[in-house]
């Protein structure tokens, strides 16, 4: 039970804590304009529209990396051959956020590799890490030596040094590649990636393709080094390392197939995946195709970690639809926990009365959260950051996204959905009550 003097003690104690956290790493982080005081919301996306790689030559449809990229390739006597090279990496989750992480060819996710069953693959890894590495291709049938196990099944890749891998993509589906040596840290620092392999035969209809990776990472406020050490309170939640209000938006016109890969290698959560608006099917796990018989209609799933998830819809429900975890903390951006629970707590008067002993005390959460997107916070920091949405503030970030589906799409954002008249929530009139009988 809160009285009086325990919610005094524990809000001082706690303001105390925050506040001089809050300055120490303001005095110590780099000052960037504009991002010293907290930002309610920033512009959802980016405005363009990530493309697929389309290879002449190749029968498939290229699949998307909202937010990222795709691995080219030479062809070399029928091989096709990949460099991959693991770095640290300067990274933007999101306006206002910047990290010093590790990925691939200066990203994380690193870029996605995609090629066709039956292809021989030549992968080179280049290690430009401070420590030594290795890679590991996720659910990828192959000869144990080509496995990626530092130690196991080959030596770890030294500081400076390219190793080769090379197999035959012996079946299609959607797997994952990550390093195999001092996981804990590398994993999560950001080196994770996504591998489709397409089918021989092409689909008989068009497909929109999308591939997005879930991460978890640790990230001190006002720091730009995640912590790897982390083992429970992440506080920033990505799709393909991007945290709403930054993550790009998948679109579809009416009538497409819409396929949705979704990968996690976070460290330690499993990730409940809801759409809004839909009613989908899981058709692929990294181990194959689920048969029809064993499909069923989902609009949640849960993407385990070190798994691979594929859903597929066909559009026919035009709007701007939410695509997110349905963890609520995993819908947050920077969110701290280890505040006393003030919600339902009389404060009346408290914020005058802790302010004369810790100056520019806020009392936060006693009406709920909402309010606390006013807080001013050091450079390098998003708690509470939120998207401009079409009706004012969208309080949602994360392992959040929007999936927009319309009549026709071109090269770019659509925008919001216009909404027909009369299909938009609003005030009830007082007609309105009066007719169904509703007192208030």
Same mark, same amino acid.
């Given at each position: 039970?809160? @009285?009086?003097?325990?919610?005094?003690?524990?809000?001082?104690?706690?303001?105390?804590?925050?506040?001089?956290?809050?300055?120490?790493?303001? #005095?110590? #982080?780099?000052?960037?304009?504009?991002?010293?005081?907290?930002?309610?919301?920033?512009?959802?996306?980016?405005?363009?529209?990530?493309? *697929?790689?389309?290879?002449?030559?190749?029968?498939?449809?290229?699949?998307?990396?909202?937010?990222?990229?795709?691995?080219?390739?030479?062809?070399?006597?029928?091989?096709?051959?990949?460099?991959?090279?693991?770095?640290?990496?300067?990274?933007?989750?999101?306006?206002?956020?910047?990290?010093?992480? %590790?990925?691939?060819?200066?990203?994380?996710?690193?870029?996605?590799?995609?090629?066709?069953?039956?292809?021989?693959?030549?992968?080179?890894?280049?290690?430009?890490?401070?420590?030594?590495?290795?890679?590991? %291709?996720?659910?990828?049938?192959?000869? @144990? *030596?080509?496995? *990626?196990?530092?130690?196991?099944?080959?030596?770890?890749?030294?500081?400076?040094?390219?190793?080769?891998?090379?197999?035959?993509?012996?079946?299609?589906?959607?797997?994952?590649?990550?390093?195999?040596?001092?996981?804990? $840290?590398?994993?999560?620092?950001?080196?994770?990636?996504?591998?489709?392999?397409?089918?021989?035969?092409?689909?008989?209809?068009?497909?929109?393709?999308?591939?997005?990776?879930?991460?978890?990472?640790?990230?001190?406020?006002?720091?730009?080094?995640?912590?790897?050490?982390?083992?429970?309170?992440?506080?920033?939640?990505?799709? @393909?390392?991007?945290?709403?209000?930054?993550?790009?938006?998948?679109?579809?016109?009416?009538?497409?197939?819409?396929?949705?890969?979704?990968?996690?290698?976070?460290?330690?959560?499993?990730?409940?995946?809801?759409?809004?608006?839909?009613?989908?099917?899981?058709?692929?796990?990294?181990?194959?195709?689920?048969?029809?018989?064993?499909?069923?209609?989902?609009?949640?799933?849960?993407?385990?970690?070190?798994?691979?998830?594929?859903?597929?819809?066909?559009?026919?429900?035009?709007?701007?639809?939410?695509?997110?975890?349905?963890?609520?903390?995993?819908?947050?951006?920077?969110?701290?926990?280890?505040?006393?629970?003030?919600?339902? #707590?009389? $404060?009346?008067?408290?914020?005058?009365?802790? *302010?004369?002993?810790?100056?520019?005390?806020?009392?936060?959460?006693?009406?709920?959260?909402?309010?606390?997107?006013?807080?001013?916070?050091?450079? @390098?920091?998003?708690?509470?950051?939120?998207?401009?949405?079409?009706? !004012?503030?969208?309080?949602?970030? !994360?392992?959040?996204?929007?999936?927009?589906?319309?009549?026709?799409?071109?090269?770019?954002?659509?925008?919001?959905?216009?909404?027909?008249? !009369?299909?938009?929530?609003?005030?009830?009139?007082?007609?309105?009550? #009066?007719?169904?009988?509703?007192?208030?």
């Amino acid at each position: 039970m809160i @009285n009086r003097r325990t919610l005094l003690q524990s809000s001082v104690a706690a303001s105390a804590a925050i506040l001089a956290r809050a300055r120490m790493a303001a #005095a110590q #982080a780099p000052q960037h304009t504009g991002h010293g005081t907290h930002t309610t919301a920033a512009p959802v996306g980016t405005g363009k529209l990530t493309k *697929g790689r389309a290879v002449a030559g190749e029968g498939y449809t290229p699949v998307v990396m909202p937010n990222g990229s795709t691995l080219p390739f030479e062809k070399k006597a029928g091989v096709k051959v990949f460099h991959l090279t693991a770095e640290p990496v300067k990274h933007v989750i999101a306006p206002g956020l910047e990290i010093e992480a %590790w990925g691939y060819n200066g990203s994380t996710p690193g870029p996605l590799i995609e090629c066709v069953e039956g292809d021989k693959v030549r992968i080179y890894v280049t290690n430009k890490l401070p420590e030594p590495t290795s890679t590991h %291709w996720h659910g990828v049938i192959l000869p @144990n *030596g080509m496995d *990626g196990v530092a130690g196991l099944t080959q030596r770890s890749i030294p500081v400076g040094e390219t190793f080769k891998y090379e197999f035959t993509m012996t079946k299609a589906g959607t797997f994952m590649y990550h390093p195999h040596f001092d996981e804990m $840290t590398q994993i999560a620092l950001g080196m994770v990636g996504m591998i489709v392999v397409h089918p021989k035969q092409r689909p008989a209809r068009r497909v929109r393709d999308y591939s997005l990776m879930a991460h978890e990472w640790m990230i001190p406020i006002g720091a730009k080094r995640p912590d790897p050490m982390a083992m429970s309170d992440f506080n920033v939640l990505t799709f @393909n390392s991007k945290a709403f209000p930054a993550t790009e938006p998948l679109v579809a016109e009416l009538g497409d197939l819409v396929r949705i890969r979704i990968g996690n290698l976070g460290p330690m959560d499993h990730h409940p995946i809801h759409l809004h608006g839909y009613a989908f099917e899981v058709t692929e796990t990294d181990g194959g195709p689920v048969p029809r018989s064993a499909r069923r209609p989902e609009t949640t799933t849960l993407v385990p970690v070190g798994a691979v998830r594929v859903i597929e819809l066909v559009a026919d429900n035009p709007g701007d639809w939410a695509f997110h975890c349905h963890m609520t903390h995993h819908v947050m951006n920077q969110m701290g926990h280890d505040t006393p629970n003030l919600v339902g #707590a009389n $404060t009346q008067g408290l914020d005058a009365r802790v *302010g004369r002993v810790v100056p520019g005390y806020m009392t936060m959460g006693s009406t709920g959260m909402g309010d606390m997107h006013k807080m001013q916070l050091p450079a @390098n920091s998003i708690s509470m950051l939120g998207g401009d949405g079409p009706f !004012g503030l969208i309080d949602m970030g !994360g392992m959040f996204t929007v999936l927009k589906v319309r009549k026709q799409i071109g090269d770019q954002d659509p925008g919001w959905y216009q909404h027909p008249a !009369g299909t938009v929530a609003g005030k009830a009139s007082a007609d309105d009550l #009066a007719r169904d009988g509703i007192k208030t």
